[in-house]
T-cell receptor
Framework: GAGVSQSPSNKVTEKGKDVELRCDPI?????LYWYRQSLGQGLEFLIY????????KSGLPSDRFSAERTGGSVSTLTIQRTQQEDSAVYLC?????????????FGDGTRLSIL | DAKTTQPPSMDCAEGRAANLPCNHS???????VYWYRQIHSQGPQYIIH???NNETNEMASLIITEDRKSSTLILPHATLRDTAVYYC?????????????FGKGTKLSVKP
């Protein structure tokens, strides 16, 4: 079946530009997570959506980062006025529910490079 | 947070079983053990998870000790495509996030 789909797979942009990253979760999954992975580093949690509840934004590193999830399905992560330290792989994961016995399934990420 | 300890690297001969250990001595009673792997330039791939009992699926087996302080992931017949970084994660049941906390993992190299 279809897994988590992310687009674009690669994005190169100039410092100061805004970027928008897209995530299509597995159909029927109510929980959606955004993480980022910097070169040689572990995964850093960014934001979490569960159904129609208010998102948990506690992992967002600055107010330049925001995310939406429309209709409980597709999510977009927006980074405004990008900086070089924003360069990383941005990963999206979804799970059937947020219960700890429900595995999260990841997309292959968007590799973001800020020049 | 419950934390895990894994060896940084392991080698395995192609066709042999790969046994990847993980220590999680501070695990709580309702916390699951998850295993993921990540192949270069791909997202983490879910392998298996368990609470108390041993688990098996089409990819691997998970053996959890009776005291739950350690576990072993077994790939029964390793292939070259199993070369990856393997992460053992204790899924913390706390707050409203449920996000995964990845450590450094074990880099498994399957050799012909």
């Amino acid at each position: 079946g279809a897994g988590v789909s992310q687009s674009p797979s690669n994005k190169v942009t100039e410092k100061g530009k805004d970027v928008e990253l897209r995530c299509d979760p597995i159909s029927g999954h109510t929980a959606l997570y955004w993480y980022r992975q910097s070169l040689g580093q572990g995964l850093e949690f960014l934001i979490y959506f569960q159904g129609n509840s208010a998102p948990d934004k506690s992992g967002l590193p600055s107010d330049r980062f925001s995310a939406e999830r429309t209709g409980g399905s597709v999510s977009t992560l927006t980074i405004q006025r990008t900086q070089q330290e924003d360069s990383a792989v941005y990963l999206c994961a979804s799970s059937f529910t947020r219960d700890s016995n429900q595995p999260q399934h990841f997309g292959d990420g968007t590799r973001l490079s800020i020049l | 947070d419950a934390k895990t300890t894994q060896p940084p690297s392991m080698d395995c001969a192609e066709g042999r079983a790969a046994n990847l250990p993980c220590n999680h001595s501070t695990i709580s009673g309702n916390e699951y053990v998850y295993w993921y792997r990540q192949i270069h330039s791909q997202g983490p791939q879910y392998i298996i998870h368990g609470l108390k009992n041993n688990e098996t699926n089409e990819m691997a087996s998970l053996i959890i000790t009776e005291d739950r302080k350690s576990s072993t992931l077994i790939l029964p017949h390793a292939t070259l495509r199993d070369t990856a970084v393997y992460y053992c994660i204790v899924r913390v049941e706390r707050g409203s996030q449920g996000n995964l906390i990845f450590g450094k993992g074990t880099k498994l190299s399957v050799k012909p």
